[in-house]
């Protein structure tokens, strides 16, 4: 399975960004999809989850900012993210997920960097 995320970047507080996954090879399509965040210094964490039927969960951290959507045709998973923080500054990475790890080896994350 390869996963390639995009749509980091700079942003101001207060900003928003669109991230988009897109995966190949052997996905299971039923499996659930995550993203992922990886602050300097930190480990990475699970920040928003979508279930095939397009049930979510989010850290409460992001709660009401970040919305995960995704596309069962194309294989696609999308994380769209508001009213950004410092905080949220990070590579953030998508999988699919099992409880709160990855399935799948990880790929290039994006980067997302929140000035102010």
């Known amino acids: 399975v390869q996963l390639q995320a995009s749509g980091g970047g700079l942003v101001q507080a207060g900003g928003s960004l669109r991230l988009s996954c897109v995966a190949s090879?052997?996905?299971?399509?039923?499996?659930?999809w995550g993203w992922f965040s990886q602050a300097p210094g930190n480990e990475r964490r699970l920040v928003a989850s979508i279930n095939y039927n397009g049930h979510t969960n989010y850290a409460d951290s992001v709660k009401g900012r970040f919305t995960i959507s995704r596309d069962n045709v194309k294989n696609m998973v999308y994380l769209q993210m508001n009213s950004l923080r410092l905080e949220d500054t990070g590579v953030y990475y998508c999988?699919?997920?099992?409880?709160?790890?990855?399935?799948?080896?990880w790929g290039q994350g994006t980067l997302v960097t929140v000035s102010s």
């Open positions: 999988n699919q997920v099992l409880g709160i790890r990855g399935m799948h080896s």
């Open positions: 090879g052997s996905i299971t399509a039923f499996n659930a």
